[in-house]
């Protein structure tokens, strides 16, 4: 896979550069791999295709969802509408894509992509996007770019390096496509649904082989039965930490985020504890959220969990070490055992209506 054609900082001066940027920006097209889950897709596939729409007035955005059964068929009715800026959108039906595994996926990147000939490939930021990229962009022998959180036209992004501590501005020189993963939270969806539903067509798979499912296969899905909100597009997030000490006790987490509405989350530390499924992950190797109001309890705020979640409008900590890394980036803190707090906030918040 190359690696040469990613340049950090580098200035626009150059006329020839000014050019061929000019010249390049008329033929943008955009495919963005959209995940789809009971018949609907993902919040975090449409901020892609918000993010995409950044790159020029004049990008033609296509989604590309892969599976099989009536679900697909109600995610592809769900994509042509969800966002204006969705040019058409392309199905792959087939039992070799219904689970969403990245050799497969991979391989139909790639076909799509020869067909069409787009300049850029998005997908978010996820376990998804990060699955499936990098092995399709090894396919078309292109550098990936990870976790865009701003765009400044075709081929310049900025990304955080170093656990979220720095913004490194990326320029990219390479082969089309330029293929990047974008963190969802740095584009929220500001556009409403379309008025008309763009075209639906039918990927043509005669030439996909029987090779693609050789190296992995799918075994299971776990996923908790719940109300609350998704932890990754929730208002309100309420987290816990290793401070909560055992399972049981973290169940004082699930209740207050219950009376708040709120998604539940934890720290790496709690997950490899056994406090939690690892799905609830907030951090650098867990989830990245942004939500409105993110409360830690008994968090200490290492490096790696702030990067998932220092865009949170307001965050709120409590710990009993006062001088708590997660005290640098709270907006309101609280230095006190959560065994005291969180009961006495459950007494006096009332039901949740």
Same mark, same amino acid.
């Given at each position: 896979?190359?690696?040469?054609?990613?340049?950090?900082?580098?200035?626009?001066?150059?006329?020839?550069?000014?050019?061929?940027?000019?010249?390049?920006?008329?033929?943008?097209?955009?495919?963005?791999?959209? /995940?789809?889950?009971?018949?609907?897709?993902?919040?975090?596939?449409?901020?892609?295709?918000?993010?995409?729409?950044?790159?020029?007035?004049?990008?033609?955005?296509?989604?590309?969802?892969?599976?099989?059964?009536?679900? %697909?068929?109600?995610?592809?009715?769900?994509?042509?509408?969800?966002?204006?800026?969705?040019?058409?959108?392309?199905?792959?039906?087939?039992?070799?894509?219904?689970?969403?595994?990245?050799?497969?996926?991979?391989?139909?990147?790639?076909?799509?992509?020869?067909?069409?000939?787009?300049?850029?490939?998005?997908?978010?930021?996820?376990?998804?996007?990060?699955?499936?990229?990098?092995?399709?962009?090894? %396919?078309?022998?292109?550098?990936?770019?990870?976790?865009?959180?701003?765009?400044?036209?075709?081929?310049?992004?900025?990304?955080?390096?170093?656990?979220?501590?720095?913004?490194?501005?990326?320029?990219?020189?390479?082969?089309?496509?330029?293929?990047?993963?974008?963190?969802?939270?740095?584009?929220?969806?500001?556009?409403?649904?379309?008025?008309?539903?763009?075209?639906?067509?039918?990927?043509?798979?005669?030439?996909?082989?029987?090779?693609?499912?050789?190296?992995?296969?799918?075994?299971?899905?776990?996923?908790?039965?719940?109300?609350?909100?998704?932890?990754?597009?929730?208002?309100?997030?309420?987290?816990?930490?290793?401070?909560?000490?055992?399972?049981?006790?973290?169940?004082?987490?699930?209740?207050?985020?219950?009376?708040?509405?709120?998604?539940?989350?934890?720290?790496?530390?709690?997950?490899?504890?056994?406090?939690?499924?690892?799905?609830?992950?907030?951090?650098?190797?867990?989830?990245?959220?942004?939500?409105?109001?993110?409360?830690?309890?008994?968090?200490?705020?290492?490096?790696?969990?702030?990067?998932?979640?220092?865009?949170?409008?307001?965050?709120?900590?409590?710990?009993?070490?006062?001088?708590?890394?997660?005290?640098?980036?709270?907006?309101?803190?609280?230095?006190?055992?959560?065994?005291?707090?969180?009961? /006495? %906030?459950? /007494?006096?918040?009332?039901?949740?209506?």
């Amino acid at each position: 896979m190359a690696m040469g054609p990613i340049l950090r900082n580098i200035q626009l001066h150059k006329p020839w550069f000014s050019l061929h940027h000019s010249s390049a920006s008329r033929f943008i097209s955009t495919l963005v791999l959209a /995940e789809h889950e009971s018949g609907q897709i993902k919040s975090s596939s449409i901020s892609s295709v918000e993010a995409a729409k950044s790159l020029s007035e004049d990008n033609t955005i296509s989604v590309l969802l892969a599976g099989s059964g009536p679900s %697909l068929q109600e995610a592809a009715t769900h994509a042509a509408s969800c966002h204006p800026s969705v040019s058409q959108v392309f199905v792959a039906e087939s039992d070799k894509l219904k689970y969403p595994l990245a050799e497969a996926w991979a391989k139909l990147v790639e076909s799509v992509q020869k067909t069409g000939g787009y300049s850029h490939i998005f997908a978010a930021s996820g376990s998804f996007g990060k699955n499936i990229l990098p092995r399709a962009a090894a %396919l078309l022998d292109v550098s990936p770019i990870t976790d865009v959180t701003a765009i400044y036209g075709c081929h310049q992004f900025v990304r955080p390096i170093y656990a979220g501590n720095a913004l490194c501005t990326v320029r990219y020189t390479g082969e089309s496509p330029c293929m990047l993963t974008v963190r969802s939270t740095s584009f929220p969806i500001t556009s409403g649904a379309r008025a008309n539903a763009a075209p639906i067509h039918q990927v043509d798979l005669s030439t996909f082989g029987e090779d693609v499912l050789d190296k992995s296969r799918y075994v299971n899905q776990s996923s908790q039965d719940t109300e609350r909100p998704d932890l990754g597009n929730a208002r309100i997030v309420v987290t816990g930490g290793r401070g909560l000490k055992s399972a049981e006790n973290f169940k004082m987490i699930e209740e207050l985020a219950e009376k708040l509405g709120a998604a539940v989350g934890a720290t790496r530390a709690a997950v490899d504890a056994g406090f939690i499924p690892n799905e609830l992950q907030v951090g650098q190797t867990g989830k990245i959220v942004a939500p409105e109001l993110y409360m830690a309890f008994g968090v200490s705020g290492a490096i790696q969990h702030i990067a998932g979640m220092r865009d949170s409008k307001v965050i709120v900590a409590v710990n009993k070490d006062s001088d708590a890394p997660i005290f640098q980036v709270a907006d309101y803190g609280l230095v006190g055992d959560l065994f005291e707090i969180i009961p /006495e %906030l459950l /007494e006096k918040l009332p039901e949740k209506k």
